[in-house]
């Protein structure tokens, strides 16, 4: 793939890290569904943020399938209707996967900006089903969750990209 101008030269991805980083994810979620606020309707799905990222950075590691298996874990967790966040995170991940060549081209901040709808798009397929299956609606400030994930999205990038940033062996005569 042909890189943008002053783009880095990244080192491939650990997969251990890939994967421990979505289980953090995963617990950090599960942390935040019994935290003081339970389970209020503004709260980023952290989840989601670090999916739609591997599933943009890593397609070929991180995919439908993945998003499939965590969606329903959250599902169990959460004592949700049974493939809820599973539509949810595949749906979002097939989305992230389709734009991810074109979308790695911009700037982190103008990817925040294009991820928005995404986010958007995940947390109204969730208000639907939830409201299919006869549950209440959470209110309105259920819309301030993909713009608090959009805008985490800085964050995610630069703590995921880290390991990938350092160079394998430093020394004074090698400029990569």
Do not use: C, K
Not at 59 to 76: K, S, T
């Amino acid at each position: 793939m042909i890189m943008r101008p002053g783009q880095q030269l990244l080192l491939p991805a650990n997969p251990f890290f890939i994967w421990g980083s979505l289980a953090l994810a995963l617990a950090l979620n599960m942390l935040q569904n019994m935290g003081l606020w339970g389970r209020a309707a503004w709260t980023p799905d952290l989840l989601a943020l670090v999916l739609v990222f591997w599933s943009i950075h890593q397609p070929l590691r991180v995919g439908i399938g993945a998003a499939f298996v965590f969606g329903i874990l959250m599902d169990v967790h959460q004592s949700a209707l049974l493939g809820q966040h599973a539509l949810a995170y595949t749906v979002v991940s097939f989305f992230a996967i389709a734009i991810h060549r074109r979308l790695l081209w911009f700037s982190v901040p103008s990817q925040a900006f294009h991820v928005l709808p995404l986010f958007a798009a995940m947390h109204a397929i969730e208000l639907v089903i939830r409201m299919l299956g006869g549950g209440a609606f959470p209110g309105f400030l259920m819309f301030a969750a993909p713009v608090i994930e959009s805008l985490l999205w800085p964050l995610i990038s630069v703590l995921l990209l880290v390991p990938q940033r350092r160079a394998p062996d430093r020394d004074a005569n090698r400029p990569l």
